[in-house]
């Protein structure tokens, strides 16, 4: 049977470390508060000469070695918006420099969840037309770059690091199935979370950078964090319930679970309600999180460290501001040329 699935998944990080010791003088926020609450030991920082693009192509580059760049029919970029330049697409940027002459490129964008939308998009896209049987999924991610350390409204960012990531997802794939997705949108978070400044409704000036209007930004901490509260893990819980019973399966099927870097309360909470040990799931405590890249950047490290063997379930799942949640199931299949 010919099966549409990852066969293939590579990353990047940049040499640049920022351990919870140089965090906690930039913050103020305690070395053991930053490992223990935050989840974090240390994370990588891109220097000024790696873009997001440039995370992103030094992630797939690894995955080229293997299959011809020309057999590539669809790049699709699904990394962080924060990219080298506004209102820019860096999807022809990397097909370009990637060698990939033959496929077309574009984005998607839904900031921190589209890792499991890009994986269905992908399947969608090979089940519905026959002519494409390679795409190429990269995500690079300089988060780094938009944080305020002096904003105490932003704590909740200052795990964001950077790096890039990359999955080929093909039709007749050995090493994985792709399976069913379930996704949920609250709108009603739209506003919470934004950099105030740089878009058509605060064009750049000297007063918006002068006011550091130019890092991301929650508008309202305490009004967010009311809403949120409650319907956050049950959020995450009932996308990958959902895409496991589109799939047939329950969560007593899950091997791996593959989220995105959360502080560590909500990811033992996740993996409570779930009935999960952390052994069973992909925590990146010394990556940080790097926007949509996370559960991909998850898969990869599941596959190296051995985590998943033939006929194992594994399941992607991410949330992202505005706020949309997402999961997506993958069938491991480990079958090597």
């Known amino acids: 049977m010919s099966y549409i699935g990852v066969e293939a998944t590579s990353t990047y990080f940049p040499r640049n470390i920022e351990t919870a010791a140089i965090l906690s003088v930039k913050t103020g926020i305690p070395e053991h508060i930053i490992i223990e609450k935050f989840g974090l030991y240390e994370k990588h920082v891109a220097d000024d000469t790696m873009q997001a693009s440039d995370l992103a192509v030094a992630a797939a ?23 080298d330049y506004n209102v820019w697409s860096c999807a022809p940027k990397i097909q370009y420099e990637l060698g990939a002459k033959n496929a077309y490129a574009f984005e998607i ?21 026959e002519s494409i049987e390679n795409i190429l999924l990269v995500g690079g991610c300089k988060e780094s770059q938009i944080i ?54 605060h064009f750049a000036s000297i007063e918006t950078v002068e006011k550091r209007q130019h890092y991301i930004d929650v508008v309202d901490p305490a009004s967010m964090k009311e809403r949120l509260d409650p319907v956050s893990v049950p959020n995450f819980e009932k996308v ?46 010394h990556y940080g999180h790097m926007s949509a890249l996370d559960p991909c950047i998850g898969l990869h490290f599941a596959s190296e ?16 501001t505005g706020y949309t949640w997402a999961a997506t199931v993958i069938e491991w299949k480990g079958e090597k040329e």
């Open 61 to 83: 580059r690894p995955i080229l070695e293997k299959i011809d760049p020309l057999t590539i029919d669809v790049v699709i970029y699904f990394g962080s918006p924060h990219k």
């Open 109 to 129: 964008m839904n900031v921190s969840s589209c890792f499991p939308i890009a994986l269905k998009v992908a399947k969608d896209m090979l089940k519905s037309d």
């Open 240 to 285: 990958i319930r959902q895409a496991l019973q589109k799939s047939g399966l329950s969560p007593q099927d899950i091997k791996v679970l593959l989220p995105l870097h959360t502080k560590r309360s909500m990811f033992k909470e996740l993996l409570s309600s779930l009935n999960l040990i952390e052994d069973q799931a992909i925590y990146l405590d």
């Open 305 to 320: 460290q051995g985590k998943l063997q033939s006929g194992d379930i594994a399941v992607a799942v991410s949330a992202g």
């Open 148 to 201: 305020d350390y002096h904003n105490p409204r932003s704590r909740f960012m200052f795990n964001f690091a950077d790096g890039g990531t990359a999955a080929l997802v093909k039709r007749g794939a050995r090493m994985s199935r792709i399976l069913e997705s379930s996704f949920i949108t609250d709108g009603s978070f739209h506003h919470d979370v934004l950099i105030p400044a740089g878009g058509s409704k």
